[in-house]
């Protein structure tokens, strides 16, 4: 079965200290990953995805096959991180699996 | 400007109306999706499309349908709304490939009463 799963509901950081929320995916193929964020009152929108191998907004990802892991990190929390983050899973049929979503709220 | 539009954006309705959210993308693209999104934030596929004349349900069961006439608009129906349709829609298009990004629209939040 194809299954995202972001293990944190919440997740609570102080302003410049490092951020990880993890992504741990199951998938038989070889999968294609993204992050989405949603900041307050905006829509869902991509932050970034696997195959890109970019930075953006300072956050990174790595794909861990072995460990069947997407973590987002970035080294320094900023209070406009404050946003929902959904992890995702790109199938061969094409369709778009998220996970619950983690809530990441910077604290002053 | 390309983009995706979802109207209404917020729908009160009564028990056993017929509703439908409608949305409608300007970005060329061939797949379509809805989710239903719930007050935890979950995002739950409700149905697919590949192009005109293709759906097909998702992972979640619903009660709605939809149909894909035209490219740019792909309508999600409930023909007798009940309380536990209560929810945000979300509807998003993409191109084709597995590693291309999903565009979302703003969402319809909808309230049966």
């Known amino acids: 079965a194809q299954r995202v799963t972001q293990p944190e509901k919440l997740l609570s950081v102080f302003k410049g200290a490092p951020v990880e929320l993890k992504c741990n995916y199951s998938?038989?193929?070889?999968?294609?990953l993204f992050w989405y964020v949603q900041y307050s009152r905006q829509r869902l929108q991509l932050l970034l995805r696997h195959i890109s191998r970019e930075s953006i907004k300072g956050f990174t990802a790595d794909l861990n096959k072995g460990e069947t892991s997407f973590h987002l990190k970035k080294p320094f929390a900023q209070e406009e991180d404050s946003a929902m983050y959904y992890c995702a899973l790109s199938n061969r049929d094409d369709k778009i699996i998220f996970g619950k979503g983690t809530r990441l709220h910077i604290l002053p | 400007e390309a983009d995706i539009y979802q109207t209404p954006r917020y729908l009160v309705i009564g028990t056993g109306k017929k509703i439908t959210l409608e949305c409608s993308q300007t970005?060329?693209?061939?797949?379509m999706y809805w989710y239903q999104q719930d007050p935890g934030m979950e995002l739950h596929l409700i149905h697919y499309s590949y192009g005109v004349n293709s759906t097909e349900k998702g992972d979640l069961s619903s009660e709605s349908t939809v149909s894909r006439i035209r490219t740019e608009h792909f309508p999600l129906t409930l023909e007798s709304a009940r309380p536990s349709h209560t929810s945000q829609y979300l509807c998003?298009?993409?191109?084709?490939?597995?590693?291309?990004?999903?565009?979302f629209g703003q969402g319809t939040r909808l309230t049966v009463v």
């Open positions: 998938y038989s193929g070889s999968p294609e």
């Open positions: 998003a298009s993409s191109e084709w490939g597995v590693e291309t990004e999903a565009f």
């Open positions: 970005m060329g693209h061939d797949k």
